[in-house]
């Protein structure tokens, strides 16, 4: 390992758990991480970074499930009221949040990309003694919000490696990118960000993430692939409220629209291309008992090994939904919600990644790549760079979990933020050094 590279990588790892405890307290959900975004921002202008944000950063037609006018306003003067910055927070109205940061190093050399995703969940923090975030102060003072998926501490990661990269930008030749994403949890973020240039031009991207299938602190996974393709929608059935005693046959029933759809959506016949998956999670509906349901909605998702057979799914989800709104006549609605691409990591880059994780120590099992079986939307941005003839990969990072991602007593080692910063500055060094 790079001596130079060393000596900064262990002068900025006590700063991780600081990092990362501040935006576990602070937690913001997918297009409201205004001041996640604005420290970062602030942070990345101090390195001497090139910040691209706002409009020119996320492509507003193409962003999906926002929430309201009014939602983001009380999420920004919570932000302000929180520490964000005032003129960087405005720059991010309509819940432009994504943002890029670039350093030239000049010469020939490849344009790496690294991404680091942002947003919270949805979810109450649990109010446990024993909980560590309790114990030592850090628990989400945001209500209905907390970083139960590991963000808060890729955030940490990634700050700390643009402070590594900067100290040491006389030893890199190329361009490096540090893609700051929002609204990954409902895969929402990552295409209007593409959409507006996020990875045009760039030559390899990393993307990492805490935990997942790495259920360990002496375990890391190199490269991921079979990220599933998804879609996820919203499709709402409009039919007419009559009296379900003196009248019925005045009203169309959106109710018996929506459950029709659901059982032929669950009978779609699979492919044998490819696996593929619908799940229909939710079904809200009707007014009362002697009404005539005006309104249903059904809450979707469908999968596919490929974007192709996700396709193919969610076609045949559109075609279904119109068949049961025309059969009970009532009216339909699709509302997509959110989607990406299927991805597969590049082995080529996931060797290099594993041959400096063996060198690191401190990872008992290195697995060169492995199934994902899910979906995350940084393979929109893979699968992007691949598609122009670039390579990537995304990186699980073992640590030790207090319970599952997603879950509100979700914490993680902290030495996890440690191994990660050491792995990926490793990384780009061998990428982009002289």
């Avoid at 576990?24 to 990345?44: C, D, L, N, V, Y």
């Avoid at 469908?302 to 939904?321: H, K, N, P, Q």
């Avoid at 063996?358 to 699968?383: L, P």
């Avoid at 390579?391 to 902290?414: C, I, M």
Wanted: aromatic share 6%.
């Amino acid at each position: 390992m790079n001596q130079d590279l060393k000596k900064k990588v262990e002068e900025l790892i006590p700063n991780l758990a600081k990092v990362r405890r501040d935006l576990h307290k602070h937690p913001e959900s997918g297009w409201t991480e205004f001041r996640t975004a604005s420290m970062a921002i602030k942070k990345m202008k101090e390195l001497g970074y090139t910040i691209t944000m706002g409009e020119d950063a996320v492509c507003r037609e193409a962003m999906m499930g926002v929430p309201s006018a009014d939602a983001l306003r009380a999420h920004m003067e919570r932000a302000i009221a929180q520490g964000a910055d005032p003129e960087l927070v405005a720059k991010m109205e309509g819940g432009m949040t994504g943002f890029w940061a670039d350093m030239d190093f000049g010469g020939e050399g490849p344009f790496l990309a690294v991404r680091f995703d942002m947003d919270c969940n949805d979810v109450t923090e649990c109010a446990d003694a024993d909980h560590r975030p309790n114990v030592e102060g850090f628990a989400s003072v945001n209500k209905g919000a907390m970083h139960a998926c590991g963000h808060d501490g890729h955030v940490a990661i990634g700050l700390a490696l643009a402070e590594v990269v900067a100290a040491m930008r006389d030893q890199f030749k190329g361009k490096i990118r540090f893609i700051f994403q929002p609204a990954e949890e409902g895969v929402r973020g990552a295409m209007p960000m593409e959409k507006a240039g996020a990875v045009v031009g760039v030559d390899e991207i990393f993307g990492m993430h805490i935990g997942f299938q790495a259920n360990n602190i002496g375990k890391v996974i190199c490269g991921t692939k079979n990220f599933l393709a998804t879609t996820k929608a919203d499709i709402t059935f409009t039919g007419v409220p009559a009296h379900a005693g003196n009248a019925p046959e005045e009203g169309k029933n959106a109710l018996l629209s929506a459950a029709t759809a659901l059982l032929n959506m669950h009978a779609i016949p699979r492919s044998g291309k490819g696996d593929t998956r619908i799940t229909v999670g939710k079904l809200n509906g009707g007014e009362g008992r002697n009404v005539i349901p005006p309104k249903a909605v059904l809450v979707l998702e469908t999968r596919g090994i490929t974007s192709a057979l996700d396709e193919y799914m969610f076609g045949e989800v559109r075609r279904i939904a119109k068949a049961a709104a025309d059969m009970w006549g009532c009216g339909y609605s699709i509302d997509i919600k959110g989607g990406t691409k299927s991805g597969e990591s590049d082995l080529e880059v996931a060797k290099v990644v594993a041959e400096e994780a063996r060198d690191m120590g401190c990872f008992k099992e290195v697995i060169e790549e492995q199934n994902f079986g899910a979906s995350e939307d940084y393979s929109h941005f893979m699968s992007t760079v691949q598609a122009a003839g670039g390579k990537g990969t995304y990186v699980q990072v073992g640590s030790t979990l207090r319970a599952g991602h997603h879950n509100s007593h979700f914490d993680f080692d902290e030495q996890t933020l440690a191994n990660a910063l050491e792995l990926m500055s490793r990384c780009v060094y061998r990428t982009l050094a002289k």
